[in-house]
C-alpha cells in the first residue's frame, strides 16, 4: 500500500502563485509515475500534469507554460509549481501515483483562485 498526502493549497488572487506538495508513504518502492489531478464542483476528475521517474512530463494544454511538475524521488515527493494563477484553476487537486499496474490517490487539496 501507497500513501499519499497533499499539501500547499489555500486561497490565492488571480495571477499569484502556489506550490503544491505530495509526499508518499508505505511500501513505496518502483514508483513510476506521478501526476496531478484536478476536480471542479459538476465536473469530471481531470489530468493536470504527469512525470515519470527520469523526468519525463506531461501537461494539460490549459496549464502549459504555467505550471510545472517535478519529483524529487530520494524524497519521495512531487511538487506541482502553479503561475499565473485563474479563476477556473479552482478546484481540489489530487496527487496520483503508479506502483506497477496499481494507482493510488491522495485525499485532495483545495485551490481557490478568486479575488
Known amino acids: 500500500q501507497v500513501q499519499l498526502v497533499e499539501s500547499g493549497g489555500g486561497l490565492v488572487q488571480p495571477g499569484e502563485s502556489l506550490r503544491l506538495s505530495c509526499t508518499t508513504s508505505g511500501s513505496i518502492f518502483r514508483i513510476t509515475f506521478m501526476g496531478w489531478y484536478r476536480q471542479a464542483p459538476g465536473n469530471e476528475r481531470d489530468l493536470v500534469a504527469l512525470i515519470g521517474r527520469e523526468g519525463v512530463t506531461n501537461y494539460a494544454d490549459s496549464v502549459k507554460g504555467r505550471f510545472t511538475i517535478s519529483r524529487d524521488n530520494a524524497k519521495n515527493t512531487v511538487y506541482l509549481q502553479m503561475n499565473g494563477l485563474k479563476p477556473e484553476d479552482t478546484a481540489v487537486y489530487y496527487c496520483?501515483?503508479?506502483?506497477?499496474?496499481?494507482?493510488?490517490w491522495g485525499q485532495g487539496t483545495q485551490v481557490t483562485v478568486s479575488s
Open positions: 496520483r501515483a503508479a506502483q506497477g499496474s496499481t494507482w493510488y
